[in-house]
């Protein structure tokens, strides 16, 4: 019979300038356990209670994941003083999704580490790993290849350095960065690297409301894409 499942909110020790400890969600599936556990870090401007962050992370618990959300410390702050407030810089989210990465290690105890990330917290979880991060694979959501119509400002200098498999989820209309300019990015990934296109997604991967498809539905088969992924880079 299938357990309860559980949420727990905790804080983590970040040590930084502007806030000493940040928040962070752990969601336990309720029945059978995978062996992957998932580290999820939030986008630039979405909140790991946002709508999308939530969703996506009850999809994953839903295939058996768990699930750790945290926040860098810049969106702490935003969400302590209630305003926004800009990213900080790679240096100081590295150093928050390294201490997120330790607490997760400690209260998940999974065999696998799979460090994930929409936007933002993909680049991040990518910097990670290209400093030898102790995780297995990465699933990324919407990776910033570059900002918007500025294509000659590629971030993907690191992907010759990062070992671990990964599954690179975009959308067709992700103005951050085409599937087709990823896979010519890809060429230099030093790991095994999967691109999994999202036809007529955008950087959310919002489908145009003529494919009179919800959110909901996509975000359900990114979670089966990640599900099916995981089995077959660690067949049991």
Avoid: C
């Amino acid at each position: 019979m299938a357990g309860t499942p559980a949420s727990e909110r905790f804080e983590i020790a970040v040590g930084s300038a502007s806030v000493e400890r940040v928040a962070a969600i752990l969601d336990e599936p309720a029945g059978e356990r995978r062996e992957s556990a998932i580290l999820f870090a939030h986008g630039a401007g979405v909140d790991i209670e946002h709508p999308w962050m939530s969703a996506m992370a009850a999809a994953l618990v839903r295939r058996g994941f768990a699930v750790m959300r945290f926040r860098y410390a810049y969106m702490e702050r935003a969400a302590r003083e209630s305003k926004p407030i800009p990213p900080d810089r790679a240096p100081a989210l590295e150093d928050a999704h390294f201490a997120a990465l330790e607490e997760f290690a400690r209260r998940t105890n999974a065999r696998r580490r799979i460090l994930a990330g929409k936007s933002l917290g993909a680049r991040i979880s990518t910097h990670l790993a290209a400093k030898s991060a102790a995780a297995h694979g990465l699933a990324l959501f919407g990776y910033p290849l570059h900002p918007p119509r500025a294509p000659e400002k590629e971030r993907s200098e690191h992907f010759a350095t990062i070992v671990q498999p990964a599954l690179f989820l975009q959308g067709t209309r992700d103005e951050f960065g085409t599937p087709d300019e990823l896979r010519h990015a890809l060429r230099r990934f030093a790991g095994r690297a999967t691109l999994s296109i999202v036809e007529g997604g955008d950087h959310s991967f919002e489908l145009p409301a003529s494919a009179h498809r919800p959110l909901l539905a996509t975000l359900e088969e990114l979670a089966a894409r990640v599900d099916a992924w995981e089995r077959e880079t660690w067949p049991a």
